[in-house]
C-alpha cells in the first residue's frame, strides 16, 4: 500500500461558551460576529493545554487547520434511545478564533446530549464513515456509528481520521453553556524500518526476501459506535475482508520500490533524503480500534518467499520470517505481544522525531529478531517531544521472543547485546549491572521464577563470560557491570533431572501433562544506576524427558525435546526443521566397529561407553578411528554436560571439566544404543496414552526412523535403526541413508 497523504496528531476542544443577548439580526445565519437573538448556543474552538500536540507520522507535522468540516448533533436525553433533535454544520473556517452561532431552541429542564464530529474532508468529498448524513434527526443516540461506505476500502480508512466529543447537560437557560472536548477515534500506526535483510534462514537454508508486510492479528472493523459510557474503551464491529495487511512493500527482483541488495547481498539498500535515512521504509496508516484475541500477537513484521522442497515442489510468497511485535509496557504492567489497539493512540514501530530533518531518527533495526512499539496517547505528545523521550535506562536486545521462546535441555548459550543507557548530556555513562533473578525468597506462586509444574526454585543455572578488552575469556560470572554498550554470551546450564513415571515404566496421560511443563525459568535483570526498576529479560528451559531403557529399568536416561538438527523457533516457540533438514547418515561408513570403537560385539545397551571409547580412541590416535568418528552421527550428537556452579568462595567453576585424556571422566549428551532407543518407544507406548498429546510432547510421530549408535557387528557398512512405535523388532540400514538421531544423558554421571 503506497502511503501518500497528510497525519495529523491534535486533540482539539470545542466549546460552547455562555454570551450577552444580541439583537435580532442575521437569525438565519449559523456563523456571525454577534449572537442572533433567541435560544441556542455559541460555538468557539480552542485548545487550551492541548495547543501545542502535532503528529510525526509519515513524517508530517500539521495542526488544527487541517480539519476540513465540524457538525453538531443534539440529542434529546442521555441514553441510547435518545433521538435527535438537531443536525448542524458549523461552517469551519479553519480559525479557533471563530465564532459559531446555533440556533436551538432546546426545553429547559431535559437533560441534551451534545454529539460533535470534526472531519478531515469537506463535505462534498465522500466521507469513508458517511459523514455527516449518517446521523439524521430521528436517529437514536445509541445507534450512532461511524460505518464504512459501500466500495470504500482498507486503503480509504488508512487515509481519513475523525474526532468526536460527547457532553450530557440538563439545560436551564435559554443560551446553554456547553464544554466539549473532541477527540480523535481512530489509532494510527508507525512503521519505521532499516536493515531489511536480503536473505534469511529457513529450513537451514538461506531464502531470499520478495516481500515485507506488516499485518495485523486479524481484519479491520468496519463500525464503530460514537456514543460510549464514560472512561469504557470502544473498539470496532464488523470485519473488512482481506484487510489483516496493512502495508507491503516490494522487495522482488523486479521492484519498483527502489530497495535493491547491497554488493554483499546482506540488506536491502535505498537512497534517503532530508526526512528519511538511507536504507530505511517508512509507512503509516489510521484504523479503527481493535481488541486483542488472546494468544495471537497483535502485530507483526513478515518477510516473505518462495521456498523449494527437495523434491522440487515450490512453495511461493510463504512467511520465511516473521517478527512480532512487543509494545513497551508502561511502569507497572507488563510488556507483551499481545495487546489492544484503542482509539486517540499512535503505535510505533521506530521513531521519527521531525517531518523535516533525520535527527535523532531511530528506525527499528530488522537485523535481529525482537521488534518493539512505543504506545503513546497522542492527546499527551508535547511539541518538544513528540515520540517518548530517547533518553533512558540500559537495555536488553535479545533475538528471541521471551514470553514463547523456551530452550531445549541441551542448549547451552545465548547471546545479548546491552544497550547502554542514553542521556540528555552524550557525556554520561550511566553504569549498569546485569545479574539473574531466580525468585529467591519469594511467597506464593510465580510464573516468573522456578519450575511450576514441579514446585522447584532452581538457582544458579545462569552464568556470563566475562571478556577482557581484546574480548578473550576471563572467568564465569554471576554479574557483569559496565557503562557502555555490550555484546554478553550467557551460559545455560544443561537440564537433565529424572521424574517419576506413573506406573513405573510407560508414560501416562498425567505424565505427558506434566512433562509438557516441566520448564524452569529465571529472569536477566539489567539496573541501570539511579533507575529503581531493572529491564527484564525471561529465560525459560525444557527439562529432559525421563526415558527408561529396555534392560536397565533402574537407572532411567533423559533425552532433549527436539532432534539433531532441529531447532524451536525463536519468536513463536514451534519447532522449526522438522522433516528431512534434521536427518544425519550415521557415519563410520566402510569402517569397521572395532576399529573405531574397539568393541566386537558392539555395545547394544549404552550409547554413552561407545561414545566415550570413539573420542579416546581418536584422542589416542587410532588412524582408522580418526577416519571414522569425524563426521559421524555418533561425533555429531557427543557433546559435553555443562554445568556451572557457584563455589564457596563467590567463584563460577566448571563441574564438568573437559578432559583430553579419559572422555569417560565428563558427563556427555550421545547418541543412544539400540536398547536405549528400543526403551524410548516403550516407555512413550503410543497404543496407551493420547496419541495426539504424545507426539507434541516428544515431537516424535509413529514410525519415525531413528539412528543408534550400535552397529552391526558383522555388517560394517550398516547400524541399529528403531522406528518409533515399534517395540520388539530388530531392523539395521545402511549407514549412508539419513534418519533421525536423538541425544540422550545419564542423569547420574559414570562412575
Known sequence: MKQKFTWMVWVCAVCLWTFAACTDHEPECNICDEQPDGPGVWLSFDFNDEQQTRSTLQSSEVNYKDVKEVYLYIFEGNTADAKCILVEKVGWKGNITQKHWISADLKEGVEHTFLAVGCDRKQEINSTYGFPD??????????????????????????????????????????????????????????????????????????????????????????????????????????????????????????????????????????????????????????????????????????????????GNTKENIVLKSYEVRYTAPKGTSSDTVFDIKENTLYAIGKKLSNSTTVNDEPADLSGNLLKLEVVPWKNIPLEN?????????????????????????????????????????????????????????????????????????????????????????????????????????????????????????????????????????????????????????????????????????????ITRLDYGCTFNKQTG??????????????????????????????YTDGEITSDKCYNRLIEGHGSAKRAYMGSAIQKLTKRFIHLETNADGKVVDTNPENKEDHTKEKNWYMPAYYEMWGVTKTARYDLVDYNMLEELMNMHKEDVYWCSSGDDFLITEAYIIRIGHFEKSEHKDKTNAFYARPMVHFKPHE
Open 134 to 311: 449518517i446521523i439524521e434527526k430521528g436517529s437514536k443516540l445509541g445507534d450512532c456509528m461511524a460505518k464504512v461506505q459501500q466500495g470504500m476500502t482498507q486503503n480509504d480508512i488508512a487515509h481519513e481520521q475523525f474526532f468526536v466529543g460527547t457532553l450530557s447537560k440538563t439545560v436551564t437557560n435559554a443560551v446553554e453553556d456547553v464544554a466539549l472536548t473532541l477527540r480523535r477515534k481512530v489509532a494510527g500506526i508507525l512503521v519505521y524500518l532499516r536493515n531489511i535483510p536480503v536473505k534469511v534462514d529457513y529450513k537451514n537454508e538461506k531464502r531470499r526476501v520478495n516481500t515485507l508486510e506488516v499485518r495485523l492479528h486479524k481484519p479491520q472493523h468496519t463500525d464503530l459506535k460514537l456514543w460510549k459510557i464514560e472512561n469504557t474503551p470502544v473498539y470496532g464491529e464488523g470485519e473488512l475482508q482481506n484487510s489483516e495487511v496493512l502495508f507491503t512493500l516490494d522487495l522482488s527482483e523486479k521492484t519498483t520500490s527502489g530497495f535493491i541488495p547491497d554488493k554483499e547481498e546482506r540488506y536491502f539498500t535505498k537512497v534517503g533524503n532530508d526526512s528519511i535515512l538511507s536504507d530505511s521504509y517508512l509507512a503509516g496508516a489510521y484504523l479503527l480500534p481493535i481488541a486483542k484475541t488472546p494468544g495471537k500477537a497483535t502485530l507483526s513484521v513478515n518477510l516473505r518467499g518462495d521456498y523449494t522442497d527437495g523434491s
Open 386 to 558: 513528540v515520540f517518548p523521550t530517547v533518553t533512558g535506562p540500559a537495555r536488553i536486545e535479545a533475538d528471541y521472543n521471551d514470553k514463547k521462546y523456551v530452550m531445549d535441555a541441551n542448549q547451552d548459550t545465548l547471546v545479548i547485546t546491552i544497550k547502554s543507557a542514553v542521556d540528555k548530556d552524550p557525556n554520561v555513562k550511566k553504569p549498569w549491572t546485569l545479574s539473574v533473578n531466580y525468585g529467591e525468597g519469594l511467597t506464593g506462586a510465580n510464573e516468573k521464577f522456578g519450575n511450576q509444574e514441579f514446585n522447584e526454585l532452581p538457582k544458579d543455572w545462569i552464568h556470563f563470560i566475562a571478556r577482557d578488552e581484546q574480548g578473550k575469556f576471563v572467568e564465569y560470572t554471576n554479574t557483569l557491570k559496565g557503562n557502555e554498550e555490550q555484546e554478553v554470551i550467557v551460559i545455560v546450564n544443561d537440564y537433565a533431572v529424572e521424574r517419576e513415571l506413573g506406573n513405573k515404566i510407560h508414560y501416562t496421560n498425567e505424565d505427558l501433562q506434566r512433562f509438557k511443563n516441566d520448564i524452569r525459568r529465571a529472569v536477566i535483570e539489567l539496573h541501570t544506576d539511579g533507575v529503581n526498576e531493572p529491564y527484564t529479560l525471561q529465560v525459560q528451559q525444557y527439562n529432559t524427558l525421563t526415558i527408561k531403557t529396555n534392560d536397565d529399568y533402574q537407572n532411567p536416561r533423559g
Open 574 to 603: 514451534e519447532v522449526m526443521g522438522q522433516d528431512d533438514n534434521c536427518k544425519i547418515v550415521w557415519g563410520y561408513f566402510s569402517t569397521g566397529n572395532f576399529y573405531v570403537s574397539g568393541d566386537n560385539p558392539m555395545n
